[in-house]
């Protein structure tokens, strides 16, 4: 470092103040809301002149002249004014933003989120829970499990009895609140994919052994998971992440109503059965059979009944990726749309697309409570055997409080 740049740098430092005064103001502590206020008042404004701003969709600006507004590759070294941050996002950011409120916004699910929802996003970032672990989610915990509970019943109806027993069983989770959908689908094919290879005699159980062993030791030489043509793409992800391989979903065509073809599934697994019988050292195993309800691209839902069975006869897990139609099942005059929905093992629901609830909130549901302990860990410091952490069961260590926008959701529908 040159002495003049080791002077700058010594000059910089000393015009940054730090001391107590400076630091409560920063953090919301008890005695320091003025900041906060003054603050919060001035975004507010931001926010509330943006969605009144009439025009197109987003500004003129080209994506080439974009991203020169961000291609500065010094971390800024300077500290500003939050005043003059503000002015900044406004002008760079807010003014270039996608206004997914306008009525001429259509064609994606991602939309205008009604007021309370920014607003308890606030509160859910002061009150910052992290819902790894009881110490820092203490209320929150509780709510988020009768948030799955009470998703639960609402997709496998199960008795009052068996919810009065579970909704707060430490022993228990019927469900995770996960990132997004991806997050949902992965956890219910994980679950799928450890409950096809368990533990038996001297084998630890795929978790353990991992991939090879697991089909070594029960005659595979593959595994796959069938959903069709308009299943989502977050399956070939998981195909990968899983270590099945994206070559081994295999995707079913579709009738003319984009539902999968029932015909051209059991066809499939017959094949695969035929195959079985006569290849009993090098088996496919289906982990999965997916249906959907609401289709990415159509909005179809698959006859969730009838795949339902074929899965239980070919012993694979039935899982229903529900991530953008589920939370219609909130509105009971269009239940019947999903029947079957409850013979499902898992279901997959995503609160920011039909529940129009901010980016990105997603839930999936086990009809067994015992499902989840096929992912479950602990560990010392952290989520232990016997506390109530929901991050025993959780694929994501640190998780916001998204819940509570969800469970506000669902207690302000009519
Ligand atoms: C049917 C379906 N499943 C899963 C997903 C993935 O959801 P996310 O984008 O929240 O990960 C989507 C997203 O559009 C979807 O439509």
Same mark, same amino acid.
């Given at each position: 470092?040159?002495?003049?740049?080791?002077?700058?740098?010594?000059?910089?430092?000393?015009? $940054?103040?730090?001391?107590?005064?400076?630091?409560?103001?920063?953090? %919301?502590?008890?005695?320091?809301?003025?900041?906060?206020?003054?603050?919060?008042?001035?975004? !507010?404004?931001?926010?509330?002149?943006?969605?009144?701003?009439?025009?197109? $969709?987003?500004?003129?600006?080209?994506?080439?002249?974009?991203?020169?507004?961000?291609?500065?590759?010094?971390?800024?070294?300077?500290?500003? !004014?939050?005043?003059?941050?503000?002015?900044?996002?406004?002008?760079?950011?807010? @003014?270039?933003?996608?206004?997914?409120?306008?009525?001429? #916004?259509?064609?994606?699910?991602?939309?205008?989120?009604?007021?309370?929802?920014?607003?308890?996003?606030?509160?859910?970032?002061?009150?910052?829970?992290?819902?790894?672990?009881?110490?820092?989610?203490?209320?929150?915990?509780?709510?988020?499990?009768?948030?799955?509970?009470?998703?639960?019943?609402?997709?496998?109806?199960?008795?009052?009895?068996?919810?009065?027993?579970?909704?707060?069983?430490?022993?228990?989770?019927?469900?995770?609140?996960?990132?997004?959908?991806?997050?949902?689908?992965?956890?219910?094919?994980?679950?799928?994919?450890?409950?096809?290879?368990?533990?038996?005699?001297?084998?630890?159980?795929?978790?353990?052994?991992? $991939?090879?062993?697991?089909?070594?030791?029960?005659? #595979?030489?593959? @595994?796959? %998971?069938?959903?069709?043509?308009?299943?989502?793409?977050?399956?070939? &992800?998981?195909?990968?992440?899983?270590?099945?391989?994206?070559?081994?979903?295999?995707?079913?065509?579709?009738?003319?109503?984009?539902?999968?073809?029932?015909?051209?599934?059991?066809?499939?697994?017959?094949?695969?059965?035929?195959?079985?019988?006569?290849?009993?050292?090098?088996?496919?195993?289906?982990?999965?059979?997916?249906?959907?309800?609401?289709?990415?691209?159509?909005?179809? $839902?698959?006859?969730?009944?009838?795949?339902?069975?074929?899965?239980?006869?070919?012993?694979?897990?039935?899982?229903?990726? @529900?991530?953008?139609?589920?939370?219609?099942?909130?509105?009971?005059?269009?239940?019947?749309?999903?029947?079957?929905?409850?013979?499902?093992?898992?279901?997959?629901?995503?609160?920011?697309?039909?529940?129009?609830?901010?980016?990105?909130?997603?839930?999936?549901?086990?009809?067994?409570?015992?499902?989840?302990?096929?992912?479950?860990?602990?560990?010392? #410091?952290?989520?232990?055997?016997?506390?109530?952490?929901?991050?025993?069961?959780?694929?994501?260590?640190?998780?916001?409080?998204?819940?509570?926008?969800? &469970?506000?959701?669902?207690?302000?529908?009519?």
């Amino acid at each position: 470092m040159s002495k003049l740049e080791d002077l700058n740098r010594n000059q910089r430092k000393a015009n $940054i103040e730090i001391d107590m005064e400076h630091l409560k103001k920063l953090f %919301i502590m008890p005695d320091s809301p003025d900041k906060f206020v003054e603050f919060g008042t001035e975004l !507010l404004d931001m926010i509330h002149s943006f969605f009144q701003e009439n025009g197109g $969709i987003h500004s003129s600006i080209s994506l080439n002249d974009l991203s020169k507004l961000f291609s500065d590759i010094n971390i800024p070294r300077d500290s500003q !004014l939050l005043k003059n941050v503000l002015i900044e996002i406004k002008q760079k950011i807010v @003014a270039h933003s996608v206004k997914v409120g306008s009525p001429y #916004y259509i064609g994606h699910m991602t939309s205008v989120v009604p007021y309370f929802m920014v607003l308890l996003e606030m509160l859910i970032a002061a009150l910052n829970q992290n819902q790894i672990k009881i110490e820092t989610a203490k209320a929150s915990t509780f709510v988020e499990r009768e948030l799955i509970s009470w998703m639960h019943m609402l997709v496998f109806k199960k008795p009052e009895k068996y919810y009065k027993a579970n909704i707060q069983n430490r022993n228990v989770a019927l469900g995770n609140v996960t990132l997004d959908g991806t997050l949902a689908n992965l956890t219910a094919m994980k679950v799928a994919r450890n409950k096809a290879f368990p533990a038996k005699d001297n084998f630890p159980g795929i978790r353990s052994s991992g $991939i090879f062993e697991a089909f070594q030791y029960y005659g #595979y030489a593959k @595994a796959v %998971i069938i959903v069709s043509q308009r299943g989502h793409y977050s399956f070939g &992800k998981i195909s990968r992440i899983l270590g099945i391989g994206d070559g081994n979903l295999i995707k079913i065509p579709v009738d003319t109503q984009n539902k999968m073809d029932l015909e051209k599934l059991k066809c499939k697994c017959d094949e695969i059965n035929e195959h079985n019988l006569k290849n009993p050292t090098k088996k496919i195993k289906i982990i999965s059979i997916v249906g959907i309800a609401g289709t990415t691209e159509t909005g179809n $839902i698959d006859n969730l009944a009838e795949i339902g069975k074929i899965a239980s006869k070919n012993k694979a897990h039935f899982h229903v990726d @529900a991530a953008w139609g589920g939370s219609l099942l909130l509105v009971e005059e269009y239940r019947y749309l999903f029947n079957g929905i409850e013979s499902a093992d898992s279901v997959t629901i995503d609160a920011h697309k039909l529940l129009y609830a901010p980016t990105a909130m997603g839930m999936v549901l086990f009809k067994s409570r015992k499902d989840l302990n096929n992912i479950r860990h602990t560990s010392n #410091y952290i989520i232990r055997r016997d506390s109530v952490d929901l991050g025993r069961f959780t694929i994501e260590g640190s998780r916001p409080f998204s819940a509570l926008n969800w &469970k506000v959701k669902i207690m302000s529908l009519k």
